[in-house]
């Protein structure tokens, strides 16, 4: 069964910091996504990531995926408080209709 | 911008109750799902849906969950008794891309806004 582990499962940092949040999967995939989800709000997509060393970069935010180590990144460069959010990674197992969320991190930038 | 849309936003049932929550997919989406998420913990995968019928579900989605599209354009979650342990914000998904295909591109879900269950 396809187990999707992040960590830190919360996060508070102070603006400026930086800091990487990890993303562990059990089965072979070569998809990752990236979601943040505000209080009370939806889930919104941030990155796809469709292949072995794929890196993508949106701002203060940078995703990287490893497929062999079966693992993905989010990295946070010089944090500001509008970051704050739970971010969630999901993953796509190739050959099902599964499409797996993570247990999410909540991250909290203080000012 | 397209969107998913949801109703209702907020339901308060007695336990043992019939539930249906509503979604409207993106028009030219054919891939559907609904999660759950109990107090902004885990999005917990309950079914997907393609082509009239369920593509997947976990162990979540026992006999007391159905979903069905009706009308073509509706996408419907029902939970025929409600207990205490299904209160959760329920979140519909669709995308136009075949899910889990090797090889093949992105599959990014759009959500709709949520429908909170309350059992009492």
């Known amino acids: 069964e396809l187990k999707v582990e992040q960590n830190p499962l919360f996060l508070s940092m102070q603006e400026g910091k930086n800091y990487t949040i990890y993303c562990n999967y059990s089965?072979?995939?070569?998809?990752l996504y990236w979601y943040r989800q505000d209080p009370g709000k939806s889930l919104e997509s941030l990155f796809v990531?469709?292949?072995?060393?794929a890196v993508k970069q949106e701002g203060r935010l940078m995703a990287s995926l490893d497929t062999k180590a079966r693992l993905s990144t989010l990295h946070i460069t010089a944090a500001v408080h509008d970051l704050s959010a739970t971010y969630f990674c999901?993953?796509?197992?190739?050959?099902?209709?599964?499409?797996?969320f993570g247990t999410g991190t909540r991250l909290k930038v203080l000012a | 911008e397209p969107e998913v849309t949801q109703t209702p936003s907020h339901q308060v049932t007695q336990m043992g109750q019939e539930v249906i929550l509503r979604c409207v997919p993106i028009?030219?989406?054919?891939?559907f799902y609904w999660y759950r998420q109990i107090l902004g913990q885990k999005v917990e995968f309950l079914v997907s849906?393609?082509?009239?019928?369920?593509?997947?579900k976990s162990e979540i989605f026992d006999d007391q969950f159905s979903v069905e599209r009706p009308d073509g354009s509706n996408f419907t979650l029902k939970i025929r008794s409600t207990k205490l342990e299904d209160s959760a914000m329920y979140f519909c998904?669709?995308?136009?891309?075949?899910?889990?295909?090797?090889?093949?591109?992105?599959?990014?879900?759009?959500f709709g806004a949520g429908s909170r269950l309350t059992v009492l």
């Open positions: 990531l469709l292949s072995n060393g």
């Open positions: 089965t072979t995939s070569d998809r």
């Open positions: 028009s030219n989406h054919l891939y």
């Open positions: 999901a993953v796509d197992l190739s050959g099902t209709y599964k499409y797996i």
């Open positions: 998904a669709s995308s136009d891309h075949l899910p889990g295909q090797a090889g093949g591109g992105a599959n990014v879900l759009t």
């Open positions: 849906f393609y082509n009239n019928e369920i593509s997947e």
